[in-house]
Each structure stands twice: as structure tokens, then as C-alpha cells.
């Protein structure tokens, strides 16, 4: 899956992977070592995030239904929790990647799947 902004005209993740079922997003980035840049992980649903376990930082957005940001998180660090309980899904990123694609509250995004052939 690709994330774009379509505020921006940018790319916010060339690679995205979502985690639905509730073990899927139990487990969430646990476990990792880093989060490549071009990477993301989209949670839904989700109003909530923490990094406790985590080895460090990611960005974080929220957005609503209409996959409008609602509220972004940058680089918060291990053993953190953002919330926003107006969202309805979250999507997390390698920190630095809000400010490299100039992403903000109240920018639309799209999410939609690669094709291989």
C-alpha cells in the first residue's frame, strides 16, 4: 500500500502494511528494531498508540474516517502514548517523516494498494 498526501502532492510511505485483528495490533511494531524509511503501519481502528518496548522513535498520525489528519505526534520515543479520540485510524512512520513530507493536522491523505503484475 502506498500512503499519499494529497495536500501536499508528497509521499508519505511506499510501503505500508495494516494491522486490523486485535493481535495484529497488540503486537504492532514490537519486536522491531527500526521502522525503514518508506515504511508505515497503518492500525485501524485506533485512538491510541504507546512505545513502551519500543527501541525507538516513529511519528505518528491520526485521522478520521475521511482520511483527514486530525492530530500528528512527532518523534515520540520509547515508553511514550499519544491518543487522539476524535480518530478512527493511526498511522505510524519512521520518525523524521512528518517534516521531510511537511505532513500536518488538517492535511488529506489517501491509502491505496500497489498492483503487482
Known amino acids: 500500500?502506498?500512503?499519499?498526501?494529497?495536500?501536499?502532492?508528497?509521499?508519505?510511505?511506499?510501503?505500508?502494511?495494516?494491522?486490523?485483528?486485535?493481535?495484529?495490533?497488540?503486537?504492532?511494531?514490537?519486536?522491531t528494531r527500526e521502522l525503514p524509511r518508506g515504511e508505515a503501519l497503518i492500525i485501524r481502528p485506533c485512538r491510541s498508540?504507546?512505545?513502551?518496548?519500543?527501541?525507538?522513535?516513529?511519528?505518528?498520525?491520526?485521522a478520521g474516517a475521511d482520511n483527514k489528519i486530525i492530530k500528528t505526534v512527532s518523534d515520540l520515543g520509547p515508553g511514550r502514548i499519544a491518543a487522539c479520540f476524535?480518530?478512527?485510524y493511526v498511522i505510524e512512520l519512521p520518525a523524521g517523516t512528518l517534516a521531510a513530507t511537511c505532513t500536518q493536522a488538517g492535511d488529506q491523505i489517501a491509502v491505496s494498494r500497489t498492483i503487482d503484475y
Do not use: C, E
Not at 4 to 14: E, F, G, K, Y
Open 86 to 88: 476524535a480518530g478512527s
Open 49 to 62: 498508540v504507546h512505545t513502551f518496548g519500543m527501541n525507538y522513535p516513529i511519528d505518528v498520525i491520526f
Open 1 to 31: 500500500m502506498t500512503i499519499r498526501n494529497l495536500s501536499r502532492n508528497t509521499v508519505i510511505a511506499s510501503t505500508a502494511r495494516v494491522a486490523a485483528t486485535f493481535g495484529q495490533r497488540l503486537k504492532g511494531l514490537l519486536g
